[in-house]
């Protein structure tokens, strides 16, 4: 959905709810004030009653009996003003869109969010954020039990610029994310390397973006050994994918963003358990990332030329798979020895790094589902950011808080180089269970070519099996929104 933005008067509106921000104190100041009045002290009333603690999560609807048009009143805790952040805000309204979606609401308004800081247009931004994550489904494969309730309009009521720009940057970073969470959430009898390809060209066409992409005779030409290797199990043979993006003015650099794009994981001969496999369709939720955020980069007008890279394949064992005890040849000519074909992310990501890094960017960040040891060390919602570039990584994790994208400063440790060592190849892609996200990044590292580079390890964010505030269970999209406010803080900064 699209969040709009309109001028009006709030209190003659009718709509099915409305949206108010009220803080710890219930103070009623401005437009709460009037809705009160208009009401004959029945809001105020009310929030007594309730106790209504005015912290952020917490909703109250109130049914406004005809006094107003708007059939009833939708009140989202705001916080207090000292120290709220941007992710308060997007809370908030991703809390309110749900509890007006909950109550039946099909038409919604809001007043304007809290200014976060001095910035009216950064909080029109995260409250549109939160009212698209929040109300996100992914409804396309279900034909019975659909949900009756549904927003179809949201809009907000303001005339200022500021607040329009704001809700037109939501807007297209929210969709970004949807996007990412749609590619995720297909399954992979439908979304395989070559209609991923499809996908990542209509996005491309719809965008302005350009598209290249490669196919297995040709990435086998380029010397790609690494994704053709990964993809010879499977009848669906892997795709390199290549978009573009160029700024209408001026470009200020280059920065690349690289996904793992293995459309489903069985771990190959090493074949997985089978409990739980049917998850390891979000295994390309690294290059639905990268996706998602190039699709939002016209929108957003960065004066950066973005490369958004995803290596596409899929894992499967049979009789052409490839086999433990294997030795590839990658594109940038080291030798690695298979240990395990499950450890199969870091092999299509070793090819796109060293095809990424041929293109003479000033940085590149690759984003991946690559490790269960990600998961263990932080947990189902943190990912683990490595990086050869220490201002690089402070700038991506500043970037994730201001998202509430949990990300953490990971180490790579020159100290276990030596795990890296294959005992018939120059590499080997396995080095046993411990620091196995550690490993991993240390593998990825030898095939980046010293171009300044970040890996995150999305294994644990990328999608939920429960519902969270802002995302319904499945792909999450993580990582779109902290690449572009990354972007966007550097054009800024
Ligand atoms: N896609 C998996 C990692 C994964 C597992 C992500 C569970 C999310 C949830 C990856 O390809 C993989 O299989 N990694 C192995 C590596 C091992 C064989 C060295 C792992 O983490 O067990
Ligand atoms: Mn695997
Ligand atoms: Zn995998």
């Known amino acids: 959905m699209q969040v709009e933005i309109q001028s009006g008067n709030l209190v003659e509106l009718a709509v099915d709810a409305l949206i108010l921000g009220v803080a710890p104190g219930r103070a009623l100041d401005g437009e709460a004030a009037a809705f009160d009045d208009r009401l004959h002290g029945a809001l105020k009333q009310a929030l007594d009653d309730n106790d209504f603690n005015g912290k952020v999560g917490s909703a109250l609807v109130i049914p406004t009996l005809g006094q107003i048009p708007a059939r009833r009143l939708v009140i989202t805790g705001i916080g207090d003003a000292q120290g709220r952040r941007a992710q308060d805000v997007t809370r908030a309204w991703g809390r309110a869109a749900r509890a007006a979606r909950d109550a039946g609401a099909h038409t919604v308004a809001s007043v304007a969010p809290p200014a976060i800081g001095e910035s009216v247009a950064e909080s029109f931004r995260v409250a549109t954020e939160g009212v698209v994550l929040a109300l996100y489904r992914f409804l396309a494969y279900r034909t019975?039990?659909?949900?009756?309730?549904?927003?179809?309009?949201?809009?907000?009521?303001?005339?200022?610029?500021?607040?329009?720009?704001?809700?037109?940057?939501?807007?297209?970073?929210?969709?970004?994310?949807?996007?990412?969470?749609?590619?995720?959430?297909?399954?992979?009898?439908?979304?395989?390397?070559?209609?991923?390809?499809?996908?990542?060209?209509?996005?491309a066409l719809a965008n302005d973006l350009s598209c290249v992409i490669y196919d297995r005779e040709a990435l086998e030409k380029m010397g790609a050994g690494a994704i053709v290797a990964v993809g010879k199990g499977s009848e669906r043979d892997p795709r390199l994918i290549h978009l573009t993006y160029k700024p209408r003015g001026e470009s200020r650099g280059t920065i690349a963003f690289v996904g793992k794009g293995i459309t489903f994981d069985t771990g190959g001969m090493s074949l997985k358990p089978g409990g739980g496999m049917e998850e390891m369709k979000f295994d390309m939720c690294g290059g639905a990332a990268v996706l998602g955020a190039m699709s939002a980069l016209p929108a957003l007008d960065l004066p950066y030329t973005v490369h958004g890279i995803v290596a596409g394949a899929e894992n499967m064992p049979s009789g052409t798979a490839y086999r433990p005890g294997d030795i590839r040849h990658t594109l940038n000519g080291k030798t690695i020895e298979i240990i395990?074909?499950?450890?199969?992310?870091?092999?299509?990501?070793?090819?796109?790094?060293?095809?990424?890094?041929?293109?003479?960017?000033?940085?590149?960040?690759?984003?991946?589902?690559?490790?269960?040891?990600?998961?263990?060390?932080?947990?189902?919602?943190?990912?683990?950011?490595?990086?050869?570039d220490d201002s690089l990584a402070g700038e991506i994790i500043d970037a994730a808080r201001w998202n509430a994208e949990l990300m953490w400063h990971m180490p790579l440790w020159e100290e276990y180089h030596g795990l890296l060592k294959g005992s018939y190849a120059d590499l080997r892609n396995s080095g046993g269970r411990p620091g196995g996200a550690i490993f991993a990044a240390m593998f990825l590292q030898e095939f980046t070519e010293d171009t300044p580079w970040a890996h995150l390890d999305i294994a644990g964010p990328a999608w939920s099996t429960k519902e969270t505030e802002l995302a319904p269970a499945g792909a999450s999209g993580h990582g779109v929104r902290t690449l572009l406010t990354l972007l966007m803080n550097r054009a800024a900064g």
């Open 144 to 203: 019975v039990n659909l949900p009756d309730k549904e927003v179809d309009a949201f809009t907000f009521v303001d005339e200022r610029t500021e607040a329009r720009k704001g809700v037109e940057i939501g807007n297209a970073i929210a969709q970004g994310t949807c996007l990412a969470r749609d590619l995720g959430n297909m399954p992979a009898d439908v979304l395989y390397p070559e209609t991923l390809a499809l996908r990542a060209q209509e996005i």
């Open 340 to 388: 395990s074909t499950d450890a199969e992310g870091r092999l299509v990501l070793a090819d796109a790094l060293t095809y990424t890094s041929r293109l003479g960017v000033d940085a590149m960040i690759d984003l991946a589902t690559l490790t269960g040891a990600s998961v263990v060390a932080l947990g189902d919602q943190g990912t683990s950011v490595f990086s050869s």
